[in-house]
Structure formats: structure tokens, C-alpha cells
């Protein structure tokens, strides 16, 4: 972030763009789809699914939370009828509930949307099964995954499991600072995009405006539509490039699981519970834990602030006041920053009275 202000269509910056959205593809392990890197935070993501939607399109949204309640309020803003096939907290929609729900609707979803790890229950969605039905069942509906709290610490194959739309942000698990929304586009999709029967009711979210400027760069030629966050680019880059350098794609996903899945013993060692029913269900890039009784998120988040550890309270609007989440990705887990959090919970913990 530290470069100077540098033009748009600086020799040295068009380079750096291109390569940002080439290493975007090798990150999410695909040959052919069309990356996407816009100004703006993860949400700016959903909205771009308007390129996607016509008025009275079917959606089914598979909701693990929160962020699917909000994906599918952003959808029907776009004239989308979106339809809920909802779990309880700490749980996921299973292949049956969704063979069932594609069944029985009455035209062919054109989206089924999957938030990834919805970042309220820390509940993990198994895409590759999901995306296995969807391809079986209903082979015109466009698989959507809102990755933003899963690219660069979840395992995603976008070309072998079929994936259309894999969206995300600069700021969670490729570890940048805010301010980029990223979408990776397959050819399926682009195809449905240039099929529209009607006009695409956004001006900067339209793919139109964007596509030609990602392949202008990518071919090393600047470009202009709206003035691209430079500065946020060469952090992406920089992202990227460590992510790419520090091992394989295989070795950072069995990172986070193996640093997960031990913080996670650790945290029932402790003899808290956690609102993802199992391992299998939870998130490898965060844990989501009840709190004990008695204890509250503000005298936790400040007990641990003290010893340096910040971590988030409960974002799931029924259960809020409940449980407390903590993020351990990119970073967090190649620097081993996760023994740091536990002996500050640990303390902190016992300092407010817990005994367990
Ligand atoms: C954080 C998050 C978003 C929203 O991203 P912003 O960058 O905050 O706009 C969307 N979906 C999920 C799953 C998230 O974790």
C-alpha cells in the first residue's frame, strides 16, 4: 500500500494487474474463467449478480446464515424470487434437501448460491457435493458460491467441481486490506450474461463496462472505465504472489484444516462448544464458540484485548449475545499466531471465572 500514487495506466502498474488476475486463476485452480477485480468491499459481489438476474428469475438460496439472508435480500432487489432452503444454526442443507428443492420447483433455478463459510455460524458448505446434485439435477442452473470468507483458506476447485461464480474480498483469507471485490466467471455464466433478454439494471456493476478492461490488461494494455483502486491492486498482487510462492494450493488448504482442526480440539479440551454440529461442518478458516454461562462477549473481546488478541462477538442475529468468533487465516496460521489466541482465551477466560 505504501507505493506512490501511481496512474492507472502507469507502464509499471498494467504488469501488475494483469498478473493479479492471472494468479487469481491459480488460486481458485481454473484454466478458462474470466476473473473480475472492482472497487469495492465483498458485497459489491452480490450486487454483480445482477448481470446474472432478469426480473422473475428463481434463486434458492442454501442458507447457513446471516450472509445467505443478505445475499438473497441483495438478489431480490434485482427482481430475483428467492427461495430459502434454510438450516438450523450450526447445521447445512444436505444433498437430499437440495435434490428435493430442485425437484420440485416449478421452473429451473437459474442460481443456487452457496455462501462458502457463512461468517456468522462458522458452518461450512460442501460445494463440491452440492454443485455435484446441482450439475445432475438441474444442468441449466448456474452454480454461485459466495466465497468471501473462504478463497485462500477452503479447499475450491473451480474448473473440476464445475463452479460458475466464486466471489470474494481483498480483506479475509487472501489477506489484503478491504476495498477489492474479486469474482471469477465461467464461460457457462458468461454465456447466460450475453443471452440477457433485458438490459442489466446497474452502470458500474455491469459486466459489460468491466470485461473489456480485465482483458485489456490481462493483454498488457491500460484501460479505462472507472479509475481502479491502484494502490489496493499492488497489495492483491502482493497477496497473491506470497500465496502462490509459500507452497501449493493443496499445501495451504491442509494448513488451515490441520491449524483449525487442532484449535478446535484444543477448544473443546477447554470444555467449550462450538456452534457448527462438526468438524466436517465447520469452517477451517475460523471457529465460532459458545460462551460459557455467565461470561459476555464485551468483558471477553476486552479481557482478551488486553493481552494484545482482538476477536469478533456473535453475528447471527438470533444467538448474538451468545457465542464469540475467531479468525485464523493466511497469516494467523502459517505464523502460528493460533497458540497466541488460545493462551490469551485461556487466560482471559479464567480471569473472568470460568471453570471448567
Ligand atoms: C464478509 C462477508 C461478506 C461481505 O463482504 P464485505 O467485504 O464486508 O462487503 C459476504 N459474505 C461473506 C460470507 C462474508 O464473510
Known sequence: MSTPATSHVDP????????????????????????????????????MMCNLIEPGDNVLVLNTGYFGDKF????????????????????????????????????????VVITHVDTSTGVLSNVRSIAEVVHEKSPSTLVVVDGVCSVGSEEIRFDQWGLDIVLTASQKALGCPPGLAILMVSQKALGVFNNRKTNVPSYYASWAKWLPIMQAYESRKGSYFATPAVQLIYALHTSLRQILTSGTM?????AHLGASRGFKQKI????????????????????AIWL???????????????RGVQIAGGLHVDVAT?????????????????DVVYDALSAGLTELGYKH
Open 12 to 47: 509499471n502498474f498494467i504488469p501488475i494487474f494483469g498478473e493479479s488476475l492471472e494468479m487469481l486463476r491459480k488460486v481458485l485452480l481454473t484454466e478458462k474463467a474470466q476473473p473480475l477485480i472492482v472497487s469495492g468491499s465483498g458485497t459489491l459481489g452480490w450486487d
Open 72 to 111: 438473497g435480500e441483495c438478489l431480490e432487489v434485482y427482481g430475483a424470487n428467492v427461495t430459502h432452503l434454510r438450516a438450523p444454526i450450526g447445521s447445512r442443507p444436505d444433498r437430499g434437501a437440495v435434490r428435493e428443492a430442485l425437484a420440485s420447483a416449478t421452473k429451473p433455478y437459474k442460481l
Open 250 to 254: 493443496e499445501q495451504r488448504f491442509a
Open 268 to 287: 473443546r479440551d477447554l470444555g467449550l462448544r462450538q456452534l457448527p454440529e462438526s468438524d466436517e461442518f465447520a469452517a477451517n478458516g475460523m471457529t
Open 292 to 306: 460459557p454461562e455467565g461470561i459476555s462477549v464485551p468483558d471477553l473481546l476486552a479481557a482478551l484485548a488486553k
Open 322 to 338: 451468545k457465542y464469540f468468533r475467531i479468525g485464523h487465516m493466511g497469516i494467523s496460521v502459517t505464523r502460528k499466531h493460533l
